[in-house]
């Protein structure tokens, strides 16, 4: 992934296309490497089919760009269950 730059004390919302992903996919997002100095990843979904939300956070005063290349990407799938009428 190539990240774009977020601003210092902020979240930012980015989206990332990924072939295959569905709208009810648990998603999880780690990167390999060490991370820019104040970003994390605070939260992640599937937002539309094959698009993936990854909400950043830049905990410094200054803006920075989350780190540029391999992040690991595990994705939960519930295929062949109906949930009852009940499920919250």
């Known amino acids: 992934l190539a990240p774009a730059q977020v601003s210092g004390s902020t979240t930012a919302t980015q989206t990332f296309t990924i072939p295959g992903l569905a709208v009810n996919d648990s998603v999880s997002l780690t990167y390999q490497g ?3 100095t104040g970003i994390s990843i605070v939260n992640t979904w599937v937002s539309t089919a094959n698009v993936l939300s990854v909400q950043f956070v830049n905990a410094s005063g200054s803006a920075a760009t989350p780190a540029a290349g ?5 994705c939960d799938r519930l295929e062949g269950t109906t949930l009852p ?3 919250a």
Do not use: D, S
Not at 70 to 74: M, S
């Open 34 to 36: 060490a991370q820019t």
């Open 70 to 74: 391999t992040y690991i990407l595990a």
């Open 85 to 87: 009428t009940n499920a």
